[in-house]
């Protein structure tokens, strides 16, 4: 029986959050001030007396979950991952607890992904929208149509669970595909407030800044495997971890098909550390006979 841990991605962030661990931790309280320091600006005030909009700026949002996910993970004196996940921007604290990164690395390589896809936001407005209970392939196949038949882009992107899909693109794409969802049977089609169509085409001038910065980045071997997003498995090798993350800026974020593998491969207790608790309802949602736990 293996024990998974995982890691929560953007859109978990709430006002106040770490608070509690810089208050009542001398380690919690030295890696914000190190945060702090290498960001060059004190991101700990923002996440503690912040409010919501200030947070959801993903040049902020991204460093400040990454942030509160190691300390929580790192506040868990037994944690010994026999495998490891995260959720789209969730994966660099998984690879910082599996030993492939450096905290400190992880953390400038965040940054740096935050700052260009927020820049490959402003150059494209575009967005992103939940799909309930219509089925992957009715949504996958919607998506082809739109783009085929409209000439824009929207794709699917997260995979949370069955029955909840997140797709992604430009504006007005995003806006038929939501009228058609509707109509071929979705109870809900929502647009959800993000900065833009993250794991979408619309990412790709972000792709070059994060593959040079990764490609300069010390990767170790690391202790565990990875269950990354794009490709849905466990992965071991170091160059195609680093492929992987920067493939993951325009492409699907397969939370459900990887916390089935990680199933497959033994996992039966799942434990997510970081903000909320989002990512243990979709692993019950996936297969209700986990144990499921958090550290936030």
């Not at 004196?77 to 994966?91: F, Y």
């Not at 089609?189 to 085409?201: D, E, I, M």
Request: glycine share 8%; charged share 20%; net charge negative.
């Amino acid at each position: 029986m293996k024990h998974a841990y995982i890691f929560p991605g953007q859109g978990s962030q709430f006002p106040g959050m770490g608070k509690e661990h810089y208050e009542n931790s001398a380690f919690a309280k030295k890696l914000f001030e190190q945060a702090n320091e290498m960001l060059g600006f004190r991101i700990s005030d923002v996440m503690f007396n912040g409010t919501e909009e200030d947070l959801k700026q993903t040049n902020v949002t991204q460093p400040a979950v990454f942030l509160h996910s190691i300390i929580a993970y790192r506040s868990i004196e037994s944690a010994s991952p026999d495998m490891v996940a995260g959720h789209s921007l969730g994966e660099f604290s998984a690879l910082v607890a599996n030993g492939t990164l450096s905290f400190d690395d992880a953390l400038s390589l965040v940054s740096i992904r935050a700052k260009a896809m927020q820049k490959a936001c402003e150059m494209n407005p575009s967005a992103m929208a939940a799909v309930l209970a219509l089925a992957d392939d009715k949504v996958e196949a919607i998506c082809a149509e739109v783009q085929k038949e409209t000439g824009e882009i929207v794709v699917p992107a997260n995979y949370n669970c069955p029955g909840q899909l997140v797709i992604s693109g430009s504006l007005k794409g995003i806006e038929i595909a939501c009228e058609r969802m509707k109509a071929a049977g979705a109870k809900r089609a929502l647009v959800l407030p993000v900065g833009g169509a993250f794991h979408s085409p619309l990412m790709e001038p972000a792709k070059e800044e994060l593959a040079a910065a990764i490609e300069a980045t010390k990767f170790h071997t690391p202790t565990c495997a990875v269950y990354q997003n794009v490709v849905a498995k466990a992965v071991m090798d170091k160059e195609e971890i680093k492929q992987n993350l920067v493939d993951q800026l325009t492409g699907a974020v397969r939370w459900t098909q990887s916390v089935q593998s990680m199933i497959a491969d033994g996992a039966s207790t799942f434990t997510e550390a970081g903000p909320g608790k989002v990512l243990q309802g979709l692993v019950l949602k996936i297969d209700k006979n986990m144990q499921t736990g958090g550290v936030s």
